[in-house]
């Protein structure tokens, strides 16, 4: 009996799932190390502009070197430089990236009640520009990748991770362009994953809800720019440029785009239809709805306009700028519109629309350049989505796991068209949090709770991946 049950024991460890081979980690004694590089590296300023990663690569490249991993730097500006750095693997599978950037956005320090840059602990938080974009994730792919390397396990697959500079709107392409045009091979991937937002949500004290963004609307922002005669105040003048340029602004802002799912935003409804409460999920499935969609579309855009977002190609004035005194009627008058397109738009046909609409020739579409390419979403059937289906459940028990489609850009779209696999993922928050301290928000912060619970999903997901089977 005792030889039978030996047996059955031996046979149950050499089928059982791959994520038993995932090295076990006792995440109360990681703590102390996980708050500690993040708070170093809030402490850190690399507000952009001007950036000055360097700071930051050097503080990551002397933690990843004292573990003996070789790390190098590519950088097209001395003070903006990459880290890279990796661990290598049989080769049986092509790499994972994990990478994060390490500038943040300028803040206005008279709207803090902390230390922007002190990595403040208060109130269950920690306080600074960063902690959720994107010095949170900055840890976590650090952490994962020194946890692999000291727990000494093979892999299948090299893990390389990218520290990058210049993600925030920058237009001099220091970070993820220059990386891609000039040292791909260095990154090159089947899988990244990144920043996601929004990550969890937290609601009435437990995590309800984890987005894996598989995709994102791309960036495609224009100017309208309208002449006309210009001339003192008292005299109207029927092509004043301002007159025409208001109307314009009017028409392209209150424009309703046409409504289209993909394949992501398509199962990120029906997931969530699944999980709310009857009146909300009546709304959701009612989407393709011909008598219904109208008024829930409509009822969306007032109540939750990132869910509306999703739905469209969205198209919002920005900025005007005409006129040099009150008395004196321009000559020249322009407005910004920032245009986030649907990841399969038909860009030709949505600019001819779009001119119809305004519907005056005495208005000109400006296309500006593209910061991010048209790239295609990532995929819902691979090892890394599913590994990250696995880890959201069970480091957020009962909480849905679920696709998601960015409203705003991230650094994936370069990889994407590269043909690399990219998933965006953050920490738990409230929608409190996530609405007023969140990434670019005056103020910024992080659950101290939520930081511990990221870093485990990240290396719970990046583990199942890399670990040999």
Known sequence: MIRRFKTLVL?????????????????????????????????????????????????????????????????????????????????????????????????????????????????????????????????AVLMSFLLLKRSGVPLDRDVIFLAESGEEADTTGVGIRFMVEQHFDAIDAEFAITEGIPGATIENGRVTMVQITTTEKVPRRIRLVANGTSGHGSVPRLDNALVHLGAAVSKVGTWETPMRLNDTTRTYFEKLAGVSPP?????????????????????????????????????????????????????MAEATVDIRSLPDEDVPAFFAELTRVIGDSDVNVVPLPLTRPDAPPSRLDTDMYRALEQAGKRVYPGAVVLPGMMTAATDMALLRAMGVQSYGIGPALTLDDQTNYGPHSDVERLPETSLYKFVEFTWDAVAEVAVKK
């Open 11 to 139: 046979a149950l460890l050499c089928c059982s799932p791959a994520w038993s081979q995932t090295p076990a980690v006792d995440w109360t004694k990681q703590q102390a190390e996980i708050l500690r590089h993040f708070r170093a590296l809030i402490q850190i300023d690399t507000s952009n502009p001007p950036g000055n990663e360097i700071k930051a690569v050097e503080y990551l490249k002397k933690v990843i070197e004292a573990e003996g991993i070789p790390a190098q730097t590519f950088a097209l500006d001395a003070n903006r430089p990459n880290l890279v750095a990796r661990l290598k693997g049989n080769g049986s599978k092509r790499p994972i990236l994990i990478l994060a950037h390490t500038d943040v956005v300028r803040v206005q320090r008279e709207k803090w009640p902390v230390d922007p840059f002190g990595a403040v602990m208060k109130d269950g938080y920690i306080w600074g520009r960063g902690t959720t974009d994107d010095k949170d994730k900055l840890v």
């Open 279 to 331: 009146e909300k999920a009546a709304r959701y499935n009612g989407l393709l709805d011909p008598q219904r969609s109208a008024e829930i579309q409509r009822y969306l855009a007032k109540n939750e306009p990132v869910h509306y977002s999703m739905l469209h190609t969205s198209v919002v004035p920005t900025m005007l700028q005409a006129g040099v005194g009150p008395n004196v009627i321009p000559s």
